[in-house]
């Protein structure tokens, strides 16, 4: 059955506890695709490496990230769900990939440019490299469908040209070119506290973002404290970023238009949108957390899954890594 089907695949690094931007702009896609593809899910933790992380924490935030997708719907019996370490053809692939990728495209990245700016001196080299291990994630599977918010769409370009260039070396049918899915709506949702720029895992201010592990409380102090702008009237307009931002986020977990939105709010204050958008979020996160805490507890269950998923990916991911060596000519 699922041969088939196309291949989708996506990742969150788990460099910190999720956002509702990762929820809005990624996973919720992922759950709401998942029935019409062959589907591949996955913690990057060597990803996350690319800015230093404290052993720990990584550890915990790379399977917690696992059981937020189950608990934000993915389905283990249908996706394969792993951890991008346990597959060892991802760092491979990433080397060999490394060979055939500019450091002139790589210097046009934006997060390498975003990134490194806050490395000080010393910048990581993994950092200038990280587009090419999420090419070596995407290719080794011959995905079809990469869905991922915004500010990865550059990432899935580099990797399409990656894989075109190796293509017209080695055969057309070495790697499937994958596309981007951004969402319509919420692909970019932005920081509470500075709406101007993008809600982040790692921002350093904690009221910047909500978390999927944020309690209801919290959740709803950060929303009514979100940074608004001013005048009073609820319009959506480009000199109103704050108040643009929880339209989006109520437009992206409602399904209903900005217009709709924006009408139901005629005679209203800021106020009320805050209100209105903390508590369609503590609806909407609340179940998520319970159910990742759960499963945070129930260890057994989720190494079990872990487990199988990396079986399954260190096969598929084998084949293609077989083939790519056959053809360049390594041993
Ligand atoms: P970090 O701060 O560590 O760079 P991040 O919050 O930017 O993390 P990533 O792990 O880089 O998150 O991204 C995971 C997925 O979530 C990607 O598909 C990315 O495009 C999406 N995403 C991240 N932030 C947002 C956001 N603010 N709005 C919409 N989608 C987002
Ligand atoms: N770079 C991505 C995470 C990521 C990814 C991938 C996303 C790593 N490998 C493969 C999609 C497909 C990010 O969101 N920071």
């Given at each position: 059955m699922t041969e088939s089907k196309k291949t989708m695949l996506s990742a969150v690094a788990p460099s910190n506890r999720l956002t509702v931007g990762n929820y809005i702009g990624a996973l919720r896609n992922w759950v709401k695709l998942q029935d019409q593809y062959d589907c591949w899910f996955f913690s990057v933790n060597l990803h996350a490496i690319t800015v230093r992380q404290d052993p720990t924490e990584l550890l915990e935030q790379t399977y917690r990230a696992v059981a937020c997708y189950i608990a934000a719907g993915i389905d283990p019996k249908k996706a394969t769900l792993f951890i991008q370490s346990q597959v060892p053809q991802h760092a491979e692939l990433a080397w060999v990939l490394n060979c055939f990728?500019?450091?002139?495209?790589?210097?046009?990245?934006?997060?390498?440019?975003?990134?490194?700016l806050k490395q000080g001196q010393n910048i990581p080299a993994g950092l200038f490299n990280y587009p090419v291990l999420m090419a070596a994630d995407i290719l080794l599977y011959q995905t079809a469908l990469v869905p991922v918010g915004e500010d990865q769409k550059q990432?899935?370009?580099?990797?399409?040209?990656?894989?075109?260039?190796?293509?017209?070396?080695?055969?057309?049918?070495?790697?499937?070119?994958?596309?981007?899915?951004?969402?319509?709506?919420?692909?970019?949702?932005?920081?509470?506290?500075?709406?101007?720029?993008?809600?982040?895992?790692?921002?350093?201010?904690?009221?910047?973002?909500?978390?999927?592990?944020?309690?209801?409380?919290?959740?709803?102090?950060?929303?009514?404290?979100?940074?608004?702008?001013?005048?009073?009237?609820?319009?959506?307009?480009?000199?109103?970023p704050g108040i643009n931002n929880l339209l989006t986020i109520q437009a992206a977990i409602t399904g209903k238009t900005i217009p709709e939105i924006v009408n139901s709010y005629i005679g209203k204050q800021y106020g009320h949108l805050k209100v209105d958008t903390a508590n369609l979020l503590v609806e909407t996160l609340g179940p998520i957390r319970d159910k990742t805490d759960e499963l945070m507890k129930d260890r057994s269950y989720l190494l079990q899954v872990l487990e199988d998923g990396a079986e399954r990916a260190r096969e598929r991911a084998g084949q293609t890594l077989k083939e790519v060596y056959r053809r360049i000519g390594l041993v």
């Open positions: 990728t500019y450091m002139g495209e790589l210097s046009r990245m934006t997060q390498y440019k975003d990134k490194s990432h899935v370009e580099i990797t399409r040209d990656i894989a075109l260039r190796m293509n017209n070396l080695y055969g057309k049918d070495l790697f499937r070119i994958p596309e981007a899915y951004i969402p319509p709506v919420g692909a970019r949702i932005m920081s509470l506290q500075n709406p101007l720029a993008k809600m982040s895992k790692s921002d350093p201010d904690p009221n910047g973002a909500v978390y999927l592990t944020d309690t209801n409380d919290q959740i709803l102090k950060k929303v009514k404290r979100a940074v608004t702008d001013s005048g009073t009237e609820i319009t959506y307009e480009e000199t109103k």
